[in-house]
DNA sequence: GTCTATACTGGGATAGAC
DNA sequence: GTCTATCCCAGTATAGAC
């Protein structure tokens, strides 16, 4: 039935697993084997290494979470949905948090080039999810042809990141940045209103600041 | 002539400098100890534990490097300016990379409340120099009543912590994502300077906006 | 092909030397 | 008070059993 190894995918589930509960520097052999309820030299045997499964955990969770989340995606239509879609991921049991394992495995890819390869693709598919979504929200908006929208979204797939640290160290201050980021959505939305005479004296003062 | 004792002051240096160079999961007690140059097991007769060392360290690395900043924060007029120091500090070698430190000990404290408390308070340290800035940089500007500060300050700082995490994966996208933050900060400035009528309608427009 | 027993190295912590 | 020698456990990895 199953084409891949069950031994291997109670591996690749009890990587993430570990991450989520231990964090990067916690993670093992060891614990990781205990927490998928195998012997600790299987790893070697179905990954190679350590390092190698959590490359392949990340790429496989990463995709299976930013897939389930594609069709939510597809219905946002404005900055504030697509905040309220990244609330909801974070929060979330379902996909049992892929930011903070992201997270994490980002913070151990700093000094692990191997890893950040990994870590690296499976960014890209958020980036890309987001691209998509702000290609679409911003379509009519006149602020569109001002912003590189391909840098806005790694801009908010990192805040996104950031965010998820900050709340396990102050989560009170984490959600008022949210709030906060909440206002800054409306106050874009308020600026694509804006009637065509506000409008051409913005895209000029855009101009002249912008060539400064 | 130091109150405080050379070896304690070696294993701090050791340790900010092995989180720099290892990461939060290459630091241990030998790895820091090596770095200074000194007896593994003192690290536990100074400091009692790793964590501690951490917590130590942590606080006296930021605490430093926020003092040598705030002289050019204080001369900061606009948010491109703030956006600029957040680039240098993040590239400089002067103060050695204290968002890269700190991003690593926020991803060790999402699983330890200990370290937790301690980059917290570090991370405190960052936002309350930045909402400083944030409030003299928008004395002026008519968006300084639509947003809070101290939530905005949070939501940079975060910001900042992800963007250091996401270079390590993505050198190129991190720089394209700083720099798509650069026009978004022109934009800011921009609606600041719209004429009173087309600020007018724009207070309008917020305040039906934000009653949605 | 899959897994276990086992070897060896590095990590945390302390008892006790100086 | 300061530091070293030493203990024991956790970590990676492999040789070889099934």
């Known amino acids: 039935m199953d084409a891949v190894s069950e031994t291997r995918q109670k591996l690749i589930d009890g990587a993430v697993e570990t991450i989520r509960t231990h964090g990067i520097s916690g993670v093992s052999a060891r614990t990781i084997a205990t927490t998928a309820g195998v012997n600790q030299a299987l790893v070697f045997y179905h990954f190679g290494s350590v390092h190698d499964l959590l490359s392949e955990a990340c790429m496989v969770h990463t995709q299976a979470t930013v897939t389930a989340y594609q069709p939510r995606l597809d219905k946002v239509t404005t900055l504030q949905e697509l905040l309220a879609t990244g609330r909801e991921l974070h929060a979330g049991q379902a996909e049992i948090g892929n930011v903070k394992v992201l997270a994490q495995l980002l913070a151990g890819s700093q000094n692990d080039p191997e890893l950040a390869k990994a870590t690296g693709a499976a ?3 958020w980036t890309t999810a987001v691209e998509q979504v702000l290609v679409r929200v911003m379509a009519g908006s006149p602020v569109k ?12 797939s990192a805040g996104f990141v950031g965010l998820e640290l900050f709340e396990g160290v102050d989560p009170q201050g984490a959600r008022q940045a949210l709030d906060t980021l909440d206002q800054l ?16 004296a913005f895209r000029a003062k855009v101009k002249r600041v912008a060539d400064r």
Chains 1, 2 share one sequence.
């Open 185 to 200: 959505a409306v106050l874009v939305e308020v600026v694509d209103d804006l009637g065509p005479v506000a409008r051409r």
């Open 123 to 125: 960014l890209a598919l």
């Open 145 to 156: 042809d001002l912003l590189d929208i391909g840098g806005l979204a790694r801009a908010v």
